[in-house]
């Protein structure tokens, strides 16, 4: 067995290869370490499980070594959506809360998603702390019988759902939904998210069809990540009949996927931005608004606009997180489908993305493309694009430890105005328009995300990111 690597998303790998019952059973070890180093031994650890294969298993045998560690554990009636979590975390006031999921991963991944007593992402310390623990362990962790560990009283099997979802409805404007009479499509993806908007939005009055509403490990053999490729069968379905709106979650429901009524597929920055205004005109909230490094800059044209505060984190929604927690925000989000808002959990919520999404179009009674154009003809035009491209491992040393010395001047005939580091290199050009290069943090993949006024100067773009990147490799 290789080092187990432990990041802001907890831990990731193939089941039965490197996701095994032992190594499961060190990395919650580790984490019950932990929690007992920073004095929460009296509280409670909240422990989930999402659809993949053995799960709940993997969730009973968690359970077990945080009870023989002398944690009391809440343990999820049934599969369970991350931001549930996050939510029973400071509902219960718990010492942590862990998640046996992968979220969107391929289907023959399982994972360890831990989040501590503030319920955000943990922090680097906290993970580093983990991680350290977990590969100075040696191959010993504590464990109970489960049959001793329930009859005891030290694991609690607890229906986790109905107060999160009384504490959303009380954030949504749910009798503005149940007036427009909605006709909506839902597709969990075969995860964690049903009985979640379908059951809201169907009390609510609307038209309600569902696709893939029963558990499925294998995910209709796709990757439970709700992307325009993998809800096509959702688009065709809208596309066919005359709906309103098409809604979709990943795997443990953190992120979101949006189709309009003509079956077009809405990238995640448009949903952001859109969101972000609809929430300063009905809200009256105050604070500032949080993007990723990566994430649109319509987002700062309309915050312009109000007056707001900008702030850019590094990818990772644990930043923005912090900002929730802080109460410093209104909402923050990221490129990749995250966002939250003031009030709620400091984490993903793509079930909260959904409905603040259908409220917003029961009330505005516009399709989204339609509230998009009024939105351009307010702030001006921005248009996206993300490309990974896989290049050497030297390339990607080469770039983490040059960064801040990629002075560059002139990109395919654009001045660079400005240049940003927190986080890859970002080249802001005359103009607006801007290129970002990132490492990925887990494969040797180079992120090239780019934003401009036109879809011919994104495409030009794309191709000064290869070009430039063409040229380092060689």
Known sequence: MGKIKFGTSGWRAIISDEFTFDNLKLVVQAIADHLVAKGLKEREVIVGYDTRFLSEKFAEETCCVLAANGFHTILSMRDVPSPVI???ILKRKAAGGINITASHNPPDYSGIKFSPSWAGPALPEETDDIEKRINGLKGSYKEINPLEAFERGMIEKVDLSTPYIEDLLRKVNLSAISKAGLKIVIDPLYGTVRDYLDKILREAGCDISVLHSYRDPYFGGLTPEPSEKNLEELIRYIRKGEYDIGLATDGDADRFGIVDSDGSFIEPNYILALLFDYLVETRNWKGGVARSV?????????????SIEVYETPVGFKYIGELIAKDMIIIGGEESAGLSIKGHVPDKD???ACLLVTEMVAVKGRTIKELLEDLYERVGRFYSKRM?????EDFID???TQNSRLKIEEISGLMVKDTITKDGTKYIFDGGSWLLMRPSGTEPLLRLYVEAGSKADVEKLIGAGKGFVRAGER
Do not use: Q, Y
């Open 86 to 88: 996050s939510f029973s």
């Open 294 to 306: 990566a994430t649109t800059h319509l987002i700062d044209a309309i915050a312009k606009t109000h």
């Open 350 to 352: 793509g079930i909260l």
């Open 388 to 392: 990974d491209l896989r290049v050497s």
């Open 398 to 400: 080469k770039l983490k």
